[in-house]
T-cell receptor, first 111, second 117 residues
C-alpha cells in the first residue's frame, strides 16, 4: 500500500470547518483513499473513502486532487466531540485488504 | 446493533506472565482482526481470521503470541510469556466478510489496555 504523510497535529475552533490534509504521491491507480478516526480510549472508526471523485456523507467530505496525489478531509462544522486522531490510509478496495495505519493527525477542537 | 465486545478493558501483569484477551465480533461478521497499538502509533495488524481460518498472521510474533477463533465466532489472543514491549492496546475488529461497500468495512472494539511491568 502507498504511504501517506499527514501533519502531526492541528487545531480548529468549534463550529468552524476542519480541513485535514493528506499527501499520497505514490498512490496507485487501483488504490482508494480511506479516512478513519480514533477518539481517545476508543477503537478507530470508519469515516469515508474515495477513489477519484469527491465524496460526502453525514460525517464528512473528502476532496481528492485531480492527480490523486493528495486529499483533504473536511468536517464542515467541527464540535468538541470531533477531537480525535485522524488517519489517512490508501489501499486497494474491499474488506480483504488490510489497513495499514500511520501516526495520523491529532485534531483538537477548541471551544 | 451491538458492537464489537472486548474484555478485559485493562490488564496489568508482570513480565514473563501469561495473559489472554477475548473478543466477540458483531453478529454475522465472518472476518475478525486483532491489532496491536503502541502508545503514540497507529494500530498494527497482528492476525486476520476468515471464519475460523487464518488469512494473514505475518506480523504475529509466533514465539509468544497465539490466537484462535473456534467455531468462527469469538476469538482469544494470548501472550505467553509477556515482555515489557508488549505493553499496548490490543484492538479487535470485525467485518462482514470479503466484499465491497460500507457494510464490509472494519468495525473496531474499544480495546484492551495491557501494561507489562
Amino acid at each position: 500500500d502507498a504511504k501517506t504523510t499527514q501533519p502531526t497535529s492541528m487545531d480548529c475552533a468549534e463550529g468552524r470547518a476542519a480541513n485535514l490534509p493528506c499527501n499520497h504521491s505514490t498512490i496507485s491507480g487501483n488504490e482508494y483513499v480511506y479516512w478513519y478516526r480514533q477518539i481517545h480510549s476508543q477503537g478507530p472508526q470508519y469515516i469515508i473513502h474515495g477513489l477519484k471523485n469527491n465524496e460526502t456523507n453525514e460525517m464528512a467530505s473528502l476532496i481528492i486532487t485531480e492527480d490523486r496525489k493528495s486529499s483533504t478531509l473536511i468536517l464542515p462544522h467541527a464540535t468538541l466531540r470531533d477531537t480525535a486522531v485522524y488517519y489517512c490510509i490508501v489501499r486497494v478496495g474491499g474488506s480483504n485488504y488490510k489497513l495499514t495505519f500511520g501516526k495520523g493527525t491529532l485534531l483538537t477542537v477548541n471551544p | 446493533e451491538a458492537g464489537v465486545a472486548q474484555s478485559p478493558r485493562y490488564k496489568i501483569i508482570e513480565k514473563r506472565q501469561s495473559v489472554a484477551f477475548w473478543c466477540n465480533p458483531i453478529s454475522g461478521h465472518a472476518t475478525l482482526y486483532w491489532y496491536q497499538q503502541i502508545l503514540g502509533q497507529g494500530p498494527k495488524l497482528l492476525i486476520q481470521f476468515q471464519n475460523n481460518g487464518v488469512v494473514d498472521d505475518s506480523q504475529l510474533p509466533k514465539d509468544r503470541f497465539s490466537a484462535e477463533r473456534l467455531k468462527g465466532v469469538d476469538s482469544t489472543l494470548k501472550i505467553q510469556p509477556a515482555k515489557l514491549e508488549d505493553s499496548a492496546v490490543y484492538l479487535c475488529a470485525s467485518s462482514l466478510g470479503t466484499g465491497w461497500g460500507l457494510a464490509y468495512e472494519q468495525y473496531f472494539g474499544p480495546g484492551t489496555r495491557l501494561t507489562v511491568t
